[in-house]
C-alpha cells in the first residue's frame, strides 16, 4: 500500500478489479490512523492512502477519492454532524463510518443518513475492512447508476409530453389530403426546441396549417412552443379569422414567456375546394408548393410580416395562392436549410433544400410514402453538414392527392 500524505488524492481511473482504490481517512488520532494504515496493508487491496486530520482539512478542496473513512469524534465535527457535511460536500464519494462508538443505534442512523457501511475500530480486521471500502464503493457506484437512469428516465418522460404538446395528432378527415410531419431534434438530441405544427379541419371544410419556431433551446422555449400551438388550435376551433388568430397568439407569446423571446409562424388556410389558399408569414420562411407535374417553387414572401413577439400591434398582411389538383404543400422550420455545405462557412439555404426535396419526390417511387422522403431529406442535408444539425428540425407535407379527387367526384 502506498501513503500520501496531502487529504486529497490525484485524478486517477476510478477503482475496478484489479486498479487502486483511491481512500481518504479523516482521523484526528495518529494512532488510530497508524492502524488503518497497517489493516489496509494486511487485506491484501492496493489503496492508495490519504489523510485529513479535521473535516475543515478533507473540506478544503474537492475530495477525489473512492471511498472516505470517517471518524465521528473530530475536533470540528461531532456525531453525525461531519457525516451530513461531507455528503454535501462530496455527494458521488462513497462514505464508511470507523468509529469507536460500537452503539448500534448510532451505526443504523449512519446508514440512514448516508453512509455506506459502519464499522466499529476494535471489531474490524484487514480483511474486512477491505471488503467494507470495495463494496461501499460498488454500492456508491450502483447507487449513481439508478440515479442517472432516473433522470435520464424523467427526462425521456418530460420530452415525450412536450413532444406530444408540439408535436400532436392533425385533426383531418378529408381523404382527398394526405398528411406527412418528421421532427428531429438538433445536435444536443436531449433537449426540445420551440418548433412545432399543426393541422385542423373545420366543418366547413377548410384546413389550417402551421407552423413555427420559438428561438432558442430547452424546456422554457419548448413549453412556450406548446402554449402557441394549443392557442392556436383552440382559436381555429373557436372560428376566428385568422388575422386575429395570430394577434392572440402574439399575445399568448408575450404574456407567457418568462425572458424576451420571439417566435416564427407560418400558417396556410386551404379552401374547402382545395382550389386555393390564404398564406400568411410572421418572420417565417415560404412555404414549398409542389405541382402534380414534380415542379416546386417558394410562395413570394413579399409580404413577410416580423416574428411574434418584436413589434407591439403588427399586423401580417396574407396572401392568396391558387392551387391546382394534385399539389403538395411543405412547411418547415429554418433547422432544415441553415446546415453547412463544402465543409465551410456557406449555409444550405431554403432554395437549395427546396432543389433537394424536389429532386427526392422525384426519385421516390410510386409506393413511397411522403414521411420516407422528408427522412430522405434530413439525412441528405445532414450528409452535406457532415454531422447532426444545430438546430430542430420540423417538416408538414399536405398533399392533394388527385385521383381520390376524381373518385369523389
Same mark, same amino acid.
Given at each position: 500500500?502506498?501513503?500520501?500524505?496531502?487529504?486529497?488524492?490525484?485524478?486517477?481511473?476510478?477503482?475496478?478489479?484489479?486498479?487502486?482504490?483511491?481512500?481518504?481517512?479523516?482521523?484526528?488520532?495518529?494512532?488510530?490512523?497508524?492502524?488503518?494504515?497497517?489493516?489496509?496493508?494486511?487485506?491484501?487491496?492496493?489503496?492508495?492512502?490519504?489523510?485529513?486530520?479535521?473535516?475543515?482539512?478533507?473540506?478544503?478542496?474537492?475530495?477525489?477519492?473512492?471511498?472516505?473513512?470517517?471518524?465521528?469524534?473530530?475536533?470540528?465535527?461531532?456525531? &453525525?454532524?461531519?457525516?451530513?457535511?461531507?455528503?454535501?460536500?462530496?455527494?458521488?464519494?462513497?462514505?464508511?463510518?470507523?468509529?469507536?462508538?460500537?452503539?448500534?443505534?448510532?451505526?443504523?442512523?449512519?446508514?440512514?443518513?448516508?453512509?455506506?457501511?459502519?464499522?466499529?475500530?476494535?471489531?474490524?480486521?484487514?480483511?474486512?475492512?477491505?471488503?467494507? $471500502?470495495?463494496?461501499?464503493?460498488?454500492?456508491?457506484?450502483? +447507487?449513481?447508476?439508478?440515479?442517472?437512469?432516473?433522470?435520464?428516465?424523467?427526462?425521456?418522460?418530460?420530452?415525450?409530453?412536450?413532444?406530444?404538446?408540439?408535436?400532436?395528432?392533425?385533426?383531418?378527415?378529408?381523404?382527398?389530403?394526405?398528411?406527412?410531419?418528421?421532427?428531429?431534434?438538433?445536435?444536443?438530441?436531449?433537449? $426540445?426546441?420551440?418548433?412545432?405544427?399543426?393541422?385542423?379541419?373545420?366543418?366547413? #371544410?377548410?384546413?389550417?396549417?402551421?407552423?413555427?419556431?420559438?428561438?432558442?433551446?430547452?424546456?422554457?422555449?419548448?413549453?412556450?412552443?406548446?402554449? $402557441?400551438?394549443?392557442?392556436?388550435?383552440?382559436?381555429?376551433?373557436?372560428?376566428?379569422?385568422?388575422?386575429?388568430?395570430?394577434?392572440?397568439?402574439?399575445?399568448?407569446?408575450?404574456?407567457?414567456?418568462?425572458?424576451?423571446?420571439?417566435?416564427?409562424?407560418?400558417?396556410?388556410?386551404?379552401?374547402?375546394?382545395?382550389?386555393?389558399?390564404?398564406?400568411?408569414?410572421?418572420?417565417?420562411?415560404?412555404?414549398?408548393?409542389?405541382?402534380?407535374?414534380?415542379?416546386?417553387?417558394? &410562395?413570394? #414572401?413579399?409580404?413577410?410580416?416580423?416574428?411574434?413577439?418584436?413589434?407591439?400591434?403588427?399586423?401580417?398582411?396574407?396572401?392568396?395562392?391558387?392551387?391546382?389538383?394534385?399539389?403538395?404543400?411543405?412547411?418547415?422550420?429554418? #433547422?432544415?436549410?441553415?446546415?453547412?455545405?463544402?465543409?465551410?462557412?456557406?449555409?444550405?439555404?431554403?432554395?437549395?433544400?427546396?432543389?433537394?426535396?424536389?429532386?427526392?419526390? #422525384?426519385?421516390?417511387?410510386?409506393?413511397?410514402?411522403?414521411?420516407?422522403?422528408?427522412?430522405?431529406?434530413?439525412?441528405?442535408?445532414? +450528409?452535406?453538414?457532415?454531422?447532426?444539425?444545430?438546430?430542430?428540425?420540423?417538416?408538414?407535407?399536405?398533399?392533394?392527392?388527385?385521383?381520390? +379527387?376524381?373518385?369523389?367526384?
Amino acid at each position: 500500500m502506498e501513503r500520501d500524505t496531502s487529504p486529497v488524492l490525484p485524478p486517477a481511473v476510478p477503482a475496478t478489479s484489479g486498479s487502486r482504490l483511491r481512500v481518504l481517512l479523516i482521523e484526528d488520532d495518529d494512532g488510530d490512523a497508524l492502524i488503518v494504515e497497517e489493516l489496509l496493508a494486511d487485506a491484501a487491496v492496493p489503496a492508495t492512502l490519504a489523510r485529513a486530520r479535521t473535516l475543515a482539512e478533507a473540506l478544503a478542496g474537492p475530495v477525489v477519492a473512492d471511498c472516505i473513512l470517517l471518524d465521528l469524534q473530530l475536533p470540528d465535527a461531532m456525531g &453525525l454532524t461531519g457525516l451530513t457535511r461531507l455528503r454535501q460536500h462530496a455527494p458521488g464519494t462513497a462514505v464508511v463510518v470507523l468509529t469507536g462508538q460500537n452503539d448500534e443505534t448510532t451505526g443504523v442512523a449512519a446508514v440512514a443518513a448516508g453512509a455506506q457501511d459502519y464499522l466499529g475500530k476494535n471489531q474490524v480486521d484487514g480483511p474486512l475492512l477491505g471488503k467494507a $471500502l470495495r463494496y461501499a464503493w460498488e454500492r456508491k457506484r450502483t +447507487e449513481q447508476v439508478e440515479q442517472q437512469l432516473l433522470q435520464q428516465q424523467l427526462l425521456a418522460s418530460e420530452n415525450s409530453r412536450l413532444e406530444r404538446g408540439l408535436l400532436p395528432s392533425p385533426l383531418l378527415a378529408d381523404p382527398r389530403l394526405e398528411l406527412a410531419s418528421k421532427y428531429r431534434p438538433g445536435r444536443n438530441g436531449s433537449l $426540445l426546441g420551440g418548433d412545432f405544427y399543426d393541422a385542423v379541419e373545420l366543418t366547413d #371544410g377548410t384546413v389550417h396549417l402551421v407552423i413555427g419556431d420559438v428561438c432558442g433551446h430547452g424546456p422554457d422555449e419548448a413549453a412556450l412552443g406548446v402554449a $402557441l400551438r394549443i392557442a392556436w388550435r383552440a382559436l381555429v376551433l373557436a372560428g376566428m379569422p385568422m388575422a386575429d388568430v395570430l394577434a392572440t397568439v402574439e399575445r399568448v407569446l408575450v404574456h407567457e414567456r418568462i425572458r424576451p423571446l420571439f417566435a416564427t409562424l407560418c400558417t396556410v388556410v386551404v379552401a374547402p375546394d382545395r382550389r386555393s389558399a390564404r398564406m400568411s408569414l410572421a418572420g417565417h420562411p415560404p412555404p414549398l408548393l409542389i405541382g402534380r407535374d414534380g415542379t416546386g417553387r417558394l &410562395l413570394s #414572401g413579399e409580404k413577410l410580416g416580423v416574428p411574434l413577439g418584436v413589434v407591439p400591434d403588427a399586423r401580417w398582411d396574407p396572401l392568396d395562392v391558387d392551387l391546382e389538383p394534385g399539389w403538395s404543400l411543405v412547411l418547415y422550420t429554418d #433547422g432544415i436549410f441553415e446546415g453547412r455545405v463544402g465543409g465551410g462557412a456557406e449555409r444550405l439555404g431554403h432554395e437549395e433544400m427546396a432543389r433537394l426535396l424536389v429532386e427526392l419526390l #422525384g426519385e421516390a417511387g410510386p409506393d413511397t410514402g411522403h414521411g420516407v422522403v422528408l427522412d430522405r431529406l434530413i439525412t441528405r442535408v445532414e +450528409e452535406l453538414n457532415a454531422g447532426p444539425l444545430d438546430d430542430d428540425v420540423a417538416l408538414t407535407m399536405l398533399t392533394h392527392l388527385e385521383d381520390r +379527387e376524381e373518385a369523389a367526384e
